[in-house]
């Protein structure tokens, strides 16, 4: 099955405690991309990859940082979380270019961090 | 940034009766997409038209595109309680070549029974 997997699905944490939260895609996309989802807010594009070791800032990237050593992988790391980083995280991937960047969501991390 | 914006931000209906919330954007277009989520849940993907297009239909879904207003349209005809949900309009910018995706803040629909 088509998918694009996110771990973990809720996380607590606490100021300053570094953490990773993984996306993985088994459809071969080149294209995947970190969001983050506030309430009024929609949802902003953190990171990008176009390929494997092309990785370029979306909207909001402070904070984040991200890693695509392998086609089908693209970790979010916070290095030192603070609480106005508490959201709901979505991975997405796509074709890239003529398909329109259809893009297929994760089922999203919610990150609380006190 | 946010590219689109929707109108309403919330719409109550009947089921039955049909949905219709609009989207407006900023900057020239390739094309625009609309996603539907359901609460907390990932975005699903449900159109997408082209800048070169006018109309088009997926189901009990249709969408318009007037690039000159540049505005689009969502139509949900005899809704659904499985129709509760947040629906985003998202434009991918002609300008940029990363076909970059710019979300709005959404429409929550609520279906009643």
């Known amino acids: 099955e088509a998918q694009v997997t996110q771990n973990p699905r809720y996380l607590i944490t606490v100021t300053g405690k570094k953490l990773t939260v993984t996306c993985s895609q088994n459809m071969n996309h080149e294209y995947m991309s970190w969001y983050r989802q506030d309430p009024g807010l929609g949802l902003r594009q953190i990171y990008y990859s176009m390929n494997v070791e092309v990785t370029d800032k979306g909207d909001v990237p402070e904070g984040y940082k991200v890693s695509r050593k392998e086609k089908r992988n693209f970790p979010l790391i916070l290095e030192s979380p603070s609480p106005n980083q508490t959201s709901l995280y979505f991975c997405?991937?796509?074709?890239w270019g003529t398909g329109g960047n259809i893009q297929y969501f994760g089922a999203g991390t919610r990150l609380s961090v006190l | 940034s946010q590219q689109g914006e929707e109108d309403p931000q919330a719409l109550s209906i009947q089921e039955g009766e049909n949905a219709t919330m609009n989207c407006s954007y900023k900057?020239?277009?390739?094309?625009l997409q609309w996603y539907r989520q359901n609460s907390g849940r990932g975005l699903v993907h449900l159109i997408l038209i082209r800048s070169n297009e006018r109309e088009k239909h997926s189901g009990r879904l249709r969408v318009t595109l007037d690039t000159s207003k540049k505005s689009s349209s969502l139509l949900i005809t005899a809704s659904r309680a499985a129709d509760t949900a947040s629906y985003f309009c998202?434009?991918?910018?002609?300008?940029?070549?990363?076909?970059?995706?710019?979300f709005g803040a959404g429409t929550t629909v609520t279906v009643r029974a």
């Open positions: 998202a434009t991918v910018n002609r300008v940029s070549n990363d076909y970059k995706l710019s």
């Open positions: 900057t020239s277009i390739n094309n």
């Open positions: 997405a991937s796509s074709l």
